[in-house]
């Protein structure tokens, strides 16, 4: 099955909402994102241990490959990776961070007697001056919610074609995102249906805008429906920045007699440089992260059997005004025993 093209999904200036077969030319209005950093954030993610662990074994367990290395932190943070990679046997660790918890890195660096080999630049990765011209070995947790969200894998892309040495390597090398379809109908009715009918006013209006909203939760793996299927694999020592922009095909086959309410995005991130291969999977069959999933729910309920078949192209590419935002569509076509739909949903991830 051919994946309908990126720019009849997402057209130039595309609006969020479901669109019948004949409405391809809507427009939108103007989108504004505000980016933010705090300490709650790196606490969150400092704390999910599916994700911390992972990188600390990825660099601790493999000595030999960081021993009198120079390795590049992009996006730093809190230092924590550069300081595993120190303890590893880095010769010289380079942390690159343009949020002002550099500041705060900075002093973790130095009470933890790291100063002599982790070197912290408060810049963006385009714009900093580093002290070597090459590294040996790029580590950032680049991930977003819907693994593309914020962009950020564009500048460990930059970092890798400006200062990676001729087979250097990157961790992690590779991502494949997954897409499921669940059954909701609780939640949905919670979050979506409830606009419907407030205190006996009709505010559905707003229940349009609610369906263009990604939700970002953790979801039952009793749930799912459709089992998941991979839609997308990244190999960052080779993927090229016009390539995060995609549309790519998806068919989902029901297991059990039930009901549609979404799709479900997940990601798994593969360090296959280690000795032995270490990854972990945000999916919801695996432990707790962070990232949770991206659910993203349908305008109307499915009822599918045993067998049947939904076809399908999910497209995803940054916002034109605010990169940092993803703006995704998902076309679908459904014929099943006892309901027919075809529509496209376009969502903002912001």
């Known amino acids: 099955m051919e994946p309908e093209p990126l720019e009849v999904l997402l057209p130039e200036d595309s609006m969020p909402g479901v669109i019948e077969d004949c409405d391809y030319g809507l427009t939108s209005a103007d989108y504004y994102f505000n980016s933010y950093a705090h300490f ?70 130095k009470a933890n007697n790291f100063e002599d080999r982790i070197v912290m630049i408060k ?40 200062y990676l040495k001729k087979g250097g390597l990157i961790f992690p090398d590779k991502a494949v995102l997954y897409l499921s379809a669940i059954e909701d109908a609780e939640y949905r009715a919670e979050k979506i249906d409830f606009w419907d009918n407030v205190y006996g006013f009709d505010m559905s209006c707003i229940k349009r805008l609610a369906l263009t909203e990604p939700l970002i939760d953790n979801v039952g793996a009793q749930q799912i429906v459709c089992p998941t299927v991979p839609v997308l694999s990244i190999d960052v020592t080779s993927v090229k920045k016009e390539e995060l922009s995609f549309a790519v095909p998806f068919v989902l086959k029901a297991e059990r007699n039930d009901f549609i309410h979404a799709f479900v995005a997940h990601f798994d991130v593969f360090f296959n440089h280690c000795h032995k291969p270490l990854g972990f999977s945000t999916g919801p069959q695996a432990r707790t992260t962070h990232w949770k999933q991206a659910v993203f729910y349908l305008d109307r309920e499915l009822v599918i059997c045993t067998g049947e078949t939904i076809y399908g192209t999910l497209a995803s590419r940054p916002n034109r005004k605010n990169p940092r935002d993803l703006d995704i569509a998902i ?18 991830l912001h």
């Not at 070597?132 to 693994?147: A, R, T």
């Not at 076309?331 to 949903?345: P, T």
């Open 40 to 109: 709650g954030i790196h606490e969150e993610m400092l704390k999910d241990e599916v994700r911390t662990r992972t990188y600390m074994k990825a660099i601790l367990q493999n000595k030999h490959l960081f021993q009198g290395k120079v390795v590049l932190d992009v996006g730093c943070g809190t230092g924590v990776l550069s300081m595993f990679a120190a303890k590893a046997g880095a010769r010289l660790v380079i942390g690159v961070e343009c949020s002002e918890i550099i500041e705060q890195a900075k002093l973790i660096v």
């Open 123 to 162: 810049d963006k990765m385009e714009d900093a001056k580093l002290p070597v011209e090459k590294v040996d070995i790029i580590i950032s947790e680049w991930m977003g919610y819907f693994l593309l969200y914020e962009s950020m894998l564009e500048t460990v892309l930059f970092a890798r074609d400006k």
């Open 331 to 348: 076309s679908y076509h459904f014929s099943g025993s006892q309901c027919e739909a075809a529509k496209i949903l376009r969502y903002r």
